[in-house]
């Protein structure tokens, strides 16, 4: 397991523009053009946040004419989903034995 991969889903969502990118793009497919009307930056700066979650797995891209439109890629955003599925059992465990445990020492 590589501890600190740049293409990681959690590392590429730590930044707000590109939450907001993913959060656009949950609602259907967009051109970088619609995106950026949405978004209080630069045609070119929506392209390098989708050039990031691209190599993350969570987006991907398709030609159209002369345009590229953007849509969630199901399997990145799956595994990302099961990544925090993961944290989160780990935790409800890790809960669980405290409270058992305080059981045990106050009965």
């Known amino acids: 397991m590589d501890t600190y991969r740049s293409d990681d889903g959690l590392d590429a969502l730590g930044d707000r ?3 907001a990118i993913v959060t656009l793009l949950a609602e259907g497919p967009l051109a ?3 995106l950026a009307d949405e978004l209080p930056i630069s ?3 929506v392209s390098q946040h989708l050039k ?3 190599q993350a797995g ?3 891209d398709q030609v159209a004419g002369t345009r590229r439109i953007y849509r969630l890629d199901p399997a990145g955003v799956g595994a990302l989903r099961d990544q925090l599925d993961t944290f989160w059992y780990r ?3 890790a809960f669980e034995d ?3 445990q305080s059981k045990k020492e106050n009965p």
């Open 17 to 19: 523009t590109r939450r």
């Open 32 to 34: 970088v053009g619609e």
């Open 43 to 45: 045609r070119p700066a």
């Open 52 to 54: 990031v979650l691209k």
């Open 58 to 60: 969570l987006v991907t």
């Open 91 to 93: 935790a409800l465990a």
């Open 98 to 100: 405290v409270i058992e």
